[in-house]
Nanobody, 114 residues
Framework: QVQIVESGGGLVQPGGSLRLSCAASGSIFRIVIMGWYRQAPGKQRELVATITNGGGTNYADSVKGRFTISRDNAKNTVYLQMNSLKPEDTAVYYC????????WGQGTPVTVSS
């Protein structure tokens, strides 16, 4: 089993920045790829960004150039640096670990509003 805990969400004004953290524990050797997803009210959950064990990254078109995913292997933590935030980025952000199974965190809310 893998346990996932997200943190770092909150309220930010348009144009502002936030950094989300995702800490993995447990059977972390099972993890091959980790990613951030988000779900806005009334909408389906969508991919934001992923990062592989080798450091390969993938981003949704809507966040390219504004968000950066990174990982600290020593801390078993993945980060999502979010810059130039827009109201449409408002959502609950979830971290997911994939390997021998898929494991989700509980989510952290991000609200972009003036």
């Amino acid at each position: 089993q893998v346990q996932i805990v997200e943190s770092g969400g909150g309220l930010v004004q348009p144009g502002g920045s936030l950094r989300l953290s995702c800490a993995a524990s447990g059977s972390i050797f099972r993890i091959v790829i980790m990613g951030w997803y988000r779900q806005a009210p009334g909408k389906q959950r969508e991919l934001v960004a992923t990062i592989t064990n080798g450091g390969g990254t993938n981003y949704a078109d809507s966040v390219k150039g504004r968000f950066t995913i990174s990982r600290d292997n020593a801390k078993n933590t993945v980060y999502l640096q979010m810059n130039s935030l827009k109201p449409e980025d408002t959502a609950v952000y979830y971290c997911k670990a994939d390997g021998l199974g898929s494991f989700w965190g509980q989510g952290t809310p991000v609200t972009v509003s003036s």
